[in-house]
């Protein structure tokens, strides 16, 4: 018999272990009932996601009839066991009406490889198998392949694949890979077993269609990746017109094939149709073919492809979401104004609601509009958690809900939530261009550049690749390499955005002239066409030109401009913070006083001068704000502040900043009298060595820096937190040892 990698959760002081059946707190046993146990393990497998009573008592008591009151009890035993009040919350959340979902993170672990024999042998796994024990099913589909004559027919070989996968991936057991993933092998000359073995897939389904007058004939094959072995195989010819049966019977036999126990709910769910009428279907499918193309011209033609099945059958759900999320995307990827495009993607967001409330991807556009449009980041939270519970495989509700959190400064929520969506489209370059964010927005430019040249090597035309690249350099202080990759993104698509993005980075590297002649073509384009406010805002951001960074910024406030939400965390408009009007503006925008405080305690750029001002004495202000304006290169600001702190209050902290301030503005020797003042003083009392680190850093004296370095780590110094959000180490960044520190930090929590 082959080998069984089972697996261990961990949450809080808790680690479940499959194999042995046992949940341990802290080493030691906790005593759970066979039912309780078999309900904390599915309730841990589906961590995130609601798992609704239907579910749980046919998955946990399979073979009897029980009342929901059996339910109840089991999982008032299982709070009561993780010392959970019964309302819950920290642990298990009750949905109302519906069911529950485990809300702490989970830590997923591969035990050591066991042989599958001896487990099945076992009494405890014989058990769990007839209840919860096995994870869900990989199921990857190939596209179909069209051999029909007609290379116009391709929007109906995909379009059927699509519906296969959105049918399939309804089923919370069935893990389908997303579409975007399994499209990247249309066309390519592979052997379908070594796809499902890249893809680590259970079963992989694969086909052709052929249509030939009015009879349309599917061929289809699942394969068993493991064992290199036909599952299944059918061969359908039917009318075109029973293309609506035809579909339902695929994933009927599909689940069947793949032994898949599914509730009533989830046989409905297969066999759920959306319109009775074909043309507007097939108009549905040719609208889904150029969305999926992604570019301005495609998302017009798909909004009319929608429109006009909408025209063929008003009740068309499906049709309704599909126009909406050309609306949410178009200002994206063209000069299309933010607010009519999000205005036309609400209206039918909200009829394709009214009309079916069980839509996913509806519920995810709405969440869309709600973030970018409404700013009502507590609504657009609840509507991706709800498109989630609807399709927990929806890998784009998972990646919406990824940069939500992005948007925060919600950082490492932001990367579980993308490694989710991960798991369901792997090979999906936006979502693994997005995972290099995170690294960017925590300043750690090294590892966001290793990204983004990773899926510049699977595609060098993807040109979301090309921005975050060019940003990362541009912030490592890279800017020949910044505007090389900005031209690339040029001749890929020579969008208004493209030309602004090379004008700051001639800004910001002192370029003015450079900077001003692309400003002006752009103002002069601007009078004639949309270009976005934003990224006017930005140029003149680069340039220190304020007052026109904020009249660009109020305008793209006005027009509901798409890219305005990511202003809180954008690093481009550091130089913005210390200005009253930018806070103001993050709280018109939704962001709440809290999460602006938060971000002023752990941003570099934070505190605006006017609070200063009315706290002359509050030294930990005002070594805040030299803080800042050593950030933004304005060395005197930050030695003039730095100073009034030290004169409110000796202190270690100011006194390092003030060294590195003299050390990066050339005044070498009273950068080296401060390092002096600080070794001799830790000859006396402790000094964190992280201060004495900052200054040999702005010397450029690297070893010194990294010796002390290390000697802040052994001390386990909070201000080593500085490390992945200030650019006060930039110059380490690229030497092994940084990644190499940064790494053990993250490893040590």
Not at 410 to 439: V, Y
Not at 450 to 466: H, M, T, V
């Amino acid at each position: 018999m082959g080998k069984r990698a089972l697996q261990i959760y961990e949450f809080g002081p808790f680690r479940l272990d499959a194999n042995d059946r046992v949940l341990l707190r802290g080493g030691r046993a906790v005593h759970l009932t066979e039912k309780v146990f078999n309900i904390l393990f599915l309730l841990l497998q589906r961590s995130g996601h609601l798992v609704t009573k239907e579910e749980l008592m046919e998955q946990v008591w399979p073979d009897s009839v029980v009342e929901e009151n059996n339910l109840t009890v089991s999982i008032s035993a299982l709070r009561k066991a993780l010392g959970e009040k019964q309302e819950g919350g920290q642990y298990i959340e009750t949905v109302s009406k519906r069911g529950y979902r485990f809300v702490a993170d989970v830590l997923e672990i591969k035990d050591e490889r066991v042989d599958l024999a001896q487990v099945q042998e076992s009494e405890t796994y014989t058990k769990a198998k007839a209840g919860v024990s096995s994870a869900a099913t990989t199921l990857a589909v190939l596209p179909l392949l069209n051999v029909s004559d007609d290379p116009n027919l391709e929007y109906l070989s995909d379009g059927i694949t699509e519906s296969i996968i959105n049918s399939l991936s309804k089923l919370p057991q069935l893990k389908v890979l997303a579409r975007s993933t399994m499209f990247r092998f249309k066309g390519a000359d592979i052997d379908p077993l070594e796809v499902g073995r890249q893809l680590e897939a259970a079963a992989l389904l694969t086909g052709r269609i052929l249509q030939i007058n009015e009879e349309l004939i599917i061929k289809l094959e699942l394969i068993n990746i493991k064992e290199g072995s036909q599952i299944w195989g059918e061969h359908y010819k039917r009318k075109a017109a029973d293309i609506f049966e035809m579909q339902e019977e695929i994933s009927q036999e599909v689940s069947e094939k793949l032994k898949l126990r599914l509730t009533g709910e989830q046989k409905r769910q297969l066999t759920k149709r959306y319109t009775e009428d074909i043309e507007a279907y097939h108009l549905y499918l040719k609208g889904r073919y150029c969305w999926n193309k992604r570019t301005g011209e495609a998302l017009k033609m798909a909004i009319e492809f929608f429109q006009r099945a909408i025209a063929k059958d008003p009740d068309y759900a499906l049709a309704y979401t599909g126009l909406a999320d050309c609306y949410a995307i178009i200002p994206f990827y063209s000069n299309i104004p933010t607010k009519p495009a999000f205005e036309e993607a609400k209206k039918a967001t909200s009829r394709a609601l009214e009309i079916d409330d069980t839509l996913a991807a509806a519920h995810a556009s709405l969440a869309f509009l709600k973030e970018y449009y409404e700013w009502d980041w507590a609504e657009a939270d609840k509507e991706y958690k709800k498109a989630i519970d609807l399709n927990p495989n929806y890998a784009t509700a998972h990646q919406w809900y990824g940069m939500y959190f992005m948007k925060l400064g919600q950082f490492e929520r932001a990367r579980r939530e993308l490694k989710r969506a991960l798991r369901f489209d792997p090979r999906s370059l936006i979502i693994n261009a997005d995972l290099g964010l995170p690294f960017y927005f925590k300043r750690q430019y090294a590892e966001a550049v290793e990204q983004y040249r990773k899926i510049l090597e699977i595609d060098q035309d993807f040109i979301w690749a090309r921005f975050f690249l060019g940003w990362a350099y541009e912030k490592s202080g890279k800017f020949s390499e910044a505007i090389a990759e900005f031209q690339k993104a040029k001749l890929i698509d020579d969008r208004p955005e493209v030309s602004a993005m090379i004008a700051h980075t001639y800004a910001v590297s002192g370029r003015r002239n450079e900077a001003i002649s692309i400003l002006n073509c752009l103002e002069e384009q601007s009078k004639h066409h949309y270009i976005s406010p934003y990224y006017m805002a930005l140029i003149f951001a680069g340039l220190d030109y304020k007052e026109r960074a904020f009249r660009w910024l109020e305008k793209a406030y006005s027009d509901r401009n798409e890219w305005l939400v990511w202003l809180k965390v954008d690093p481009r408009f550091d130089c913005l913070w210390t200005d009253a009007r930018f806070p103001e503006l993050l709280s018109r925008i939704g962001f709440s006083h809290k999460t602006i405080e938060s971000n002023a305690r752990n941003h570099p750029a934070v505190l605006p001068t006017d609070y200063v001002s009315n706290n002359q004495n509050f030294y930990v202000a005002r070594a805040l704000v030299g803080l800042t304006y050593l950030e933004k290169g304005f060395c005197e600001e930050a030695i003039t502040e730095l100073r009034g702190a030290l004169t409110v209050r000796d202190n270690r902290e100011a006194l390092a900043l003030l060294g590195y301030a003299f050390a990066v503005s050339g005044r070498t020797d009273e950068a080296r009298k401060k390092l002096e003042e600080l070794q001799e003083a830790a000859t006396k009392e402790y000094v964190d060595p992280t201060f004495i680190a900052v200054i040999y850093a702005g010397l450029k004296e690297e070893d010194r820096a990294f010796e002390y370095l290390e000697k802040a780590y052994e001390d386990r110094s909070v201000w080593l937190a500085l490390l992945n959000i200030s650019s006060l180490f930039d110059n380490l960044r690229l030497d092994p040892r940084f990644t190499n520190l940064l790494r053990r930090i993250e490893q040590a929590g």
